[in-house]
Nanobody, 120 residues
Framework: QVQLVESGGGLVPHGGSLTLSCTPS????????AAWYRQAPGNEREMVAK???????RYDDSVRGRFVISRDNTRTTLFLQMDNLKPADTAVYYC??????????????WGQGTQVTVTP
């Protein structure tokens, strides 16, 4: 079954930047609406950024002005540009998306997650 594959996580100092990427595990799928979530130890998973099929974006207050969600022109890769990172941003980051391939529509597909750690 098709999944999403995230990459780009890592260890970064306070104030640093990272760019996360997310792409379908099988070719031929495009990304419609999508979102990035994160889950820190002991916390519930929370949405940090969302992009609609038409390109409208929405951000959680905690990341607005520092994170940018986007898709490439082919709609095969989802990005999360993260700037001015803080230790509070430390979490496993997950992408979630509705996918399309010809007439096939798949909803709420998840990735396996990528760890982001921000040191003080």
């Amino acid at each position: 079954q098709v999944q999403l594959v995230e990459s780009g996580g890592g260890l970064v100092p306070h104030g640093g930047s990272l760019t996360l990427s997310c792409t379908p595990s099988e070719s031929g799928f495009t990304i419609n609406s999508a979102a990035w979530y994160r889950q820190a130890p002991g916390n519930e998973r929370e949405m940090v950024a969302k992009i609609t099929m038409g390109g409208t974006t929405r951000y959680d207050d905690s990341v607005r002005g520092r994170f940018v969600i986007s898709r490439d022109n082919t709609r095969t890769t989802l990005f999360l540009q993260m700037d001015n990172l803080k230790p509070a941003d430390t979490a496993v980051y997950y992408c979630n998306a509705d996918l399309a391939k010809s007439s096939l529509r798949l909803r709420e597909i998840w990735g396996q997650g990528t760890q982001v750690t921000v040191t003080p």
